[in-house]
T-cell receptor, first 112, second 109 residues
Framework: KNQVEQSPQSLIILEGKNCTLQ??????????LRWYKQDTGRGPVSLTI?????NTKSNGRYTATLDADTKQSSLHITASQLSDSASYIC???????????FGAGTQVVVTP | SAVISQKPSRDICQRGTSLTIQCQVD?????MFWYRQQPGQSLTLIAT?????????ESGFVIDKFPISRPNLTFSTLTVSNLSPEDSSIYLC??????FGSGTRLTVV
């Protein structure tokens, strides 16, 4: 069973609207959680990274939240743009040298 | 964070041949990682490459199929050998688990 579950699997939103992606994890112990954006055919690009003590972090129009008690994270995209169309991957690391555990990703399509 | 140059960005190869992918990092790093991303799937770790030692392979991946070189602290190669259509994927390198290369899209015909 995957230790990092993302929802929804995909979504379509209108340009200018907001959306929220979810990530639930069971990885333990916990070191950090990252959100990546992956454009089609390209490598993932880091958006945010949060450690146990952080519960929110922003990167422009992207805001990630973390609840380490419930092992849940979300990524909120504000005022979506066409360039936001991509796969968004939640990645959890168990400790500083632990392997990365990848979620399956949420495919976001922004339409005009 | 480190900047990674990965080559080639894409290739189409005949079955039975091999493809070697290169990753060059702009700073010295201890660990480099190689991943495979099959169509519609998330990333799967192939192996971890430390300079001066044999690469460590994950379950389901073997050195004969995916030989890796790590000649210094800024460079690594992954070879995908004896290609079959099932090897068609995106291959990515990563350093210290954080930054990824731009990926190599391999299509085997």
């Amino acid at each position: 069973k995957n230790q990092v579950e993302q929802s929804p699997q995909s979504l379509i939103i209108l340009e200018g609207k907001n959306c929220t992606l979810q990530c639930n994890y069971t990885v333990s112990p916990f070191s950090n959680l990252r959100w990546y954006k992956q454009d089609t055919g390209r490598g993932p690009v880091s958006l945010t990274i949060m450690t146990f003590s952080e519960n929110t972090k922003s990167n422009g129009r992207y805001t990630a939240t973390l609840d380490a008690d419930t092992k849940q994270s979300s990524l909120h995209i504000t005022a979506s743009q066409l360039s936001d169309s991509a796969s968004y991957i939640c990645v959890v690391q168990a400790d500083s040298w632990g392997k990365l555990q990848f979620g399956a990703g949420t495919q976001v399509v922004v339409t005009p | 964070s480190a900047v990674i140059s990965q080559k080639p960005s894409r290739d189409i190869c005949q079955r039975g041949t091999s493809l070697t992918i290169q990753c060059q990092v702009d700073s010295q790093v201890t660990m480099m990682f190689w991943y495979r991303q099959q169509p519609g799937q998330s990333l799967t770790l192939i192996a971890t490459a430390n300079q001066g030692s044999e690469a460590t392979y994950e379950s389901g991946f073997v050195i004969d199929k995916f030989p890796i070189s790590r000649p210094n602290l800024t460079f690594s190669t992954l070879t995908v050998s004896n290609l079959s259509p099932e090897d068609s994927s995106i291959y990515l390198c990563s350093v210290e688990g954080y930054t990824f290369g731009s990926g190599t899209r391999l299509t085997v015909v």
